[in-house]
């Protein structure tokens, strides 16, 4: 058996990984061979030419994969020691999920206010994307986690206010509401983001 595929006049032809692709030659009067066959003078079937060589992985294309990079700003809050305030790798910006804080005293503020805290929180929020030179109109993704589903309404008319007024482009981030404990008893919110850097 030599593997070789036949699929009909004017078909490919295979064998193992190789196929061949029909192509036409010239037609020096009836061929004896195709006579009673395909009728006198009818061109016998076209020769078979090789299908183009695919490129071999060395000749494709490799597109570097950057570093992933740290950002810091003092106009957010310090992190703890065990992760970064942002982390960029390429166009794409994650903003560790902050809370209402003082950057500069790292006390917890407006303890019992829900608006006042989602405010500050987007504050650090914003603080942060600015040192990874992005906006919240390159924001593609903003999680927000409350501690009581009655302050829902409340976050999102001071949320809705402060963002729309980010994004001239009038496309908001998507967004995911999430109803959970926080680390800290006087946290009513926390906040994070995803961004990607337009071109």
Known sequence: MTGLTMMGAGAAACEGDACLLPASRPSAGPDPDTTGRHGAGQPAPAAY??????PSPEAESVVPVSERVSIYTPKAPAPAHTFSQ????????????QGPVDPVTGEY?????????????????????TAAGATFDD???????????????????????????????????????VFTGLPRAEMLVEIDALAVLGA
């Open 109 to 129: 503020l407006f303890e019992g206010d829900v608006a006042a805290q989602t405010v500050r929180t987007l504050q650090n929020v914003e603080a942060i994307l």
């Open 139 to 177: 924001v593609m993704m903003l999680r927000v986690y409350l501690t009581k589903r009655e302050d829902f309404a409340v976050m999102n008319d001071a949320y809705g206010e402060f963002v729309s007024a980010r994004v001239p482009s009038g496309v908001l981030p998507a967004r995911t509401t």
């Open 86 to 97: 942002g982390v960029k790798r390429g166009p794409f910006v994650q903003v560790s999920g």
């Open 49 to 54: 030419a090789p299908l183009p060589s695919s």
